[in-house]
Structures are given as C-alpha cells and as structure tokens.
C-alpha cells in the first residue's frame, strides 16, 4: 500500500504587503519514482497555483532547486521521496536572499563570488581562431574536473555555519572555484596573485573545518581535498610573500 | 599580467599576511597544547609506577633543573595566545550564536556538533584550567602523597553520612572535558591542512583520547589507592 505523505512548506512572500511566515501542509499518496521535484509541481499544479520554487533541468545540473528538505540542503529533483520519512519539511536555503516561499536568490550571491574571485582564465596568449586547440593532459584534465563539477547550487554556503555568521566567507564552493583555477595550466595567475584574492580571512583561511559542505554537496565533490590543497597552497604563497606595507599614521 | 593584477587590486582589498598568520597561530598552539596534554596524562602516569616513587622524583626533577618553573608560565601563554586565536572562530555575537545552534539543531550534521561541543569545552576548560592551576600553585611543591590526599579528598559531608568527593569529580569532568577538546581539535587541524582520509584518521585519534582517557581514569583510581597506604597527609614515601 502506498504511503500518505505530508509535506509541510515554508510560505512568505516578502513582497505581498501584510504576508506573514508560516508553515502549509499538503498531502497525497506516494507513486513509484516520485522525486521531491515532482512532488512540488504536483501540488502547485493541482494544489496551490501560488507555491513559488525554482527548477530548470530537473537532473541535477543546473543547479537551481536546492531546498533545505527534513532540515538538510539537498537538490529537489535529486531527492527521491521513498528515502525519506512520510512527513518531510522543506524550507528554503538559509543565507541567500528569500524571493519567495522556497525560491531564492542564488544568482546575485554567486555572480559576486564570480567577480571577486575573478573567475575566468587569466592569460595574455593572443586568441587565435584558426589554430588547433591546445592539449593538455589527461591527468590535468582529470583533476580539473572535478571541482569544475560544482553545479553552483549554494548547498554548501547553506550548510556552512560560518558561511551562516559570516557574510563575506565566499564559502566552500568559492574556494574549491578558486582551487580550480590554480590546478589550470592556461591560467598565468601566479601564487602571489591567487594569494590576493582567497589569502584571506573571507578565503581559504576562513574555513573551521566543519565538513558540512562535503558531506551534504549534492555533487559528491571531494570538498575537503580542495579546501586543504587550497589553504596550504596558499600558507605556503603567503609565507613567501613580501608587502611594501603603508605606515598609517 | 598587468591587466590581471590591476583588476585585482582594484577588486579586492590587500589583507596582507596577518588572516595567514592568526590561522597558523591557531593551529600551531592548538598542536603544541595537544602536545602538553597528553605529555601531560603521561607525567601523571607515572602514579603507577612504585606507589608513587617516580611520580614523586619526576616532579623534583623539573623543579631542580627550572623546567616547572619555565614550563608552566609558557603553557599559559600558549593557552592565553590560543584562546584569542581559536576563540575568534567562536561565534561571539548573540545573534551569531542563535544562527549557529538553528542551523547546527537543523542540519544536525555530525561534525558540526563536534564542533559546538569543542566550544563548550573550551569555556569550560578556561574555568577548570584556572582552577587546577590555583590549587598547584598554591600547594606547590607536586607531591604524590599530596596529590593523592587532594583526589581522595572524602569531601563535603551530608546527612546521613553521604558526602561529595569534589575534587575526584572536578577532575575527573576535567579529564573528559580536556581529551574531547584536544582529541578533536587535532582531528580538524588534520582535516584543515592535511591529506587524510578524515572518517579513518577520526578513528585513530579517537582510539588515542580513549586511551589517554583511561590512563588518566587509572590514574585517578591510583591516587585513591596510594592515598590509603600513607593515611596522612604527609606522610613520606
Ligand atoms: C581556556 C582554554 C581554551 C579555550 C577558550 C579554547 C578555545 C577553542 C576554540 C573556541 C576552538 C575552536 C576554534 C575553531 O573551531 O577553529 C578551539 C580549538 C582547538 N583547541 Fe582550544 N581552547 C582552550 C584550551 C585548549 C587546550 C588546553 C588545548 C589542548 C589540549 C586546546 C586545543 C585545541 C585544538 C587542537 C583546537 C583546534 C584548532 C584548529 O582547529 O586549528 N585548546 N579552542
Ligand atoms: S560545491 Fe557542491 S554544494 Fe557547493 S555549490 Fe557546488 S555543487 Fe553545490
Ligand atoms: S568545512 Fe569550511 S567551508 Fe565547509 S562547512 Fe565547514 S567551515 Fe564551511
Ligand atoms: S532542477 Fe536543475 S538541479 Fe534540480
């Protein structure tokens, strides 16, 4: 026979005047391969017209519908129900801005760590169209690849608690970003450069080491192999590193 | 990389290596406080050994050629040191600390209690460590007999004959509250800088505390039992 769910939904919209925080619940019968995903359009489809969350690719690629589902960060479309208990809770990811309901604004926080960690190959190689592409190795490729995985779905800024307290920390996904670039041989930032921007407080020595992100990302990325290689790669620039220093009065 | 270097001065304010220096400060104190304590449990270890004896000639060796004398002024700056390094990691705002135990109830993430609970130890360890220090000092020198008079210390009595050994629990919680917080802060020193697979390397240095937990639990058991072969206090050996 199959089981009653209940779910029980975060609702507020911030720009209805007079909407107040509270928790819906909505229930029907499990089916075979019912994904949280589904789940959702289900009710908003026959349900609540009103419920706001995000979605585009519904295969854990796009990043776009993590929810914190019975407490916990998690991909709506990766999230099979029949995993999780007939009651499940689900709110929308702490620390990004709320839009609405479970939707939130993952977009503006991760365009800011684009810009603040620069994350784009750095090179002066003039382009050139008609030539063949550069190879590179394989094992280089490899390795690239995956912190290139990350589908910037925010569940480790989530799940962060100093990601929660502190609003400049750019959070596991920012530095394994960062980590990606230093693994890049095209990319011609020296330690020193790298050093500059996650050197820091808000960067690779910010992290306390609380592996939240790494056990709850959603992409399975070995977060703490790129955390640790970061910071030491990173200690080591920083040790080496000699500043002019400005006397301030 | 002119272009480069230019975007990113302009992008992000330079930090110098203070970030990097406080970070290495936490964990280097942090490894040599482990270091201590469990040099420490050993030193205390020797109460097995001869009823005392070595016990006995290990403290007058440190206190003849000054390494007390030394040692323990240089802890307690590495502990003070340690305390404005590591503690700054502690959530310290009021609303900081609300959003760090929702989300740590929330997201009820094994590390991450671990983690709550290394701060809880921690203010407890600065109120026991003072303590423990006021009595050595103030009693000082380290004697076994000593020692063992203060753990066996029958304590307040109360009606009906029934009485609270406090000492024996004071260190006893100290021993727990100390090994918790040292075993896994080691633990995340590793996992911060290091190559370790962290659940296998977990397992080992809980192995560790536990052990270290015993002998200091035996050693408590031995101070008890040395206290009842020289009944008074200062009996010699
Ligand atoms: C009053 C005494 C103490 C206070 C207030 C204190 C405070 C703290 C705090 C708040 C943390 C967490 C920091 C973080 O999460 O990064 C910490 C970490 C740590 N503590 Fe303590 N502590 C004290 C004594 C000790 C002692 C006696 C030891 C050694 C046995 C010790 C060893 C460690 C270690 C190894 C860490 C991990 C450091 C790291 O992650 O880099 N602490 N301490
Ligand atoms: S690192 Fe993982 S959890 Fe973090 S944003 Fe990327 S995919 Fe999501
Ligand atoms: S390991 Fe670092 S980045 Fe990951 S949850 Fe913990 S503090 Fe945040
Ligand atoms: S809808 Fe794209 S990741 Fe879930």
């Known amino acids: ?249 | 990389m002119e272009l480069a270097k230019n975007l990113q001065k302009t992008l992000n304010k330079s930090y110098g290596k203070t970030d990097l220096y406080v970070d290495l400060a936490e964990s280097i104190t942090g490894i040599i406080l482990v270091g201590f304590l469990w040099m420490h449990m050993l030193f205390v270890g020797t109460i097995y050994i001869n009823n005392g004896a070595l016990f006995n000639a290990l403290s007058e060796g440190l206190d003849k050629y000054y390494l007390a004398q030394i040692g323990i002024p240089a802890t307690v700056l590495v502990i003070l040191l340690h305390i404005f390094m590591a503690g700054r990691r502690a959530p310290m705002r009021l609303r900081d600390l609300r959003i760090a135990w929702r989300l740590s109830k929330m997201i009820n993430h094994y590390d991450t209690w671990v983690w709550v609970g290394q701060v809880i130890t921690a203010l407890l360890i600065g109120i026991f460590a003072s303590m423990h220090l006021w009595t050595i000092m103030t009693t000082w020198p380290i004697e076994a007999v000593k020692s063992a008079h203060r753990v066996a210390e029958p304590g307040v009595a109360f009606w009906g004959g029934f009485s609270i050994p406090y000492y024996l629990i004071f260190y006893a919680i100290f021993l727990l509250v100390g090994e918790y917080h040292a075993g896994f802060g080691l633990y995340r020193i590793l996992v911060k800088w290091g190559w370790f697979e962290r659940h296998k390397m977990g397992w080992v240095l809980k192995g560790i505390t536990v052990i270290i937990i015993c002998i200091g639990v035996g050693a408590l058991y031995m101070f008890t039992q040395v206290a009842k072969m020289y009944p008074h206090a200062g009996g010699a050996l």
């Not at chain 1, 796009?62 to 007939?86: D, E, F, V």
């Not at chain 1, 709110?91 to 801005?97: I, Q």
């Not at chain 1, 684009?114 to 394989?138: C, G, Y």
């Not at chain 1, 960067?203 to 709850?216: E, I, Q, R, T, Y």
């Open chain 1, 1 to 249: 026979m199959a089981r009653q769910l209940t779910f029980s939904i975060f609702r507020y919209n911030p720009n209805k005047p007079g909407d107040k925080p509270r928790m819906q619940e909505y229930s029907f019968e499990e089916f075979e391969g019912l994904t949280m995903f589904v789940a959702l359009n289900k009710i908003r489809e026959e349900m609540d017209p009103t419920l706001m969350f995000d979605f585009v690719c519904r295969a854990a690629i796009c990043g776009s519908c993590a929810m914190m589902i019975n407490g916990r960060p998690r991909l709506a479309c990766k999230t099979m129900t029949i995993n999780l208990p007939s009651r499940i809770t689900v709110m929308p990811l702490p620390v990004f801005k709320l839009i609405g309901d479970l939707s939130v604004d993952t977009g503006t926080w991760f365009r800011n760590l684009q810009v603040k960690t620069e994350s784009w190959i750095h090179t002066n190689k003039k382009f050139d169209p008609n030539a063949l592409e550069v190879r590179m190795e394989n094992k280089i490729a490899e390795q690239i690849y995956e912190p290139e995985r990350c589908v910037e779905c925010g569940c480790c800024v989530a799940t962060c608690v100093t990601a929660n307290i502190r609003e400049d920390f750019i959070g596991a996904t920012g530095i394994n970003r960062v980590s990606r670039f230093m693994m890049d041989p095209r990319d011609e930032r020296s330690d020193a450069e790298y050093y500059e921007v996650v050197g820091n407080e808000d960067g690779a020595f910010g992290c306390v080491g609380l592996m939240a992100c790494a056990d709850l990302c959603p992409m399975e990325i070995p977060l703490q192999t790129q955390l640790a290689y970061a910071r030491r790669k990173m200690a080591a620039a920083g040790l080496k590193l000699q500043f002019a220093g400005v006397k301030i009065s």
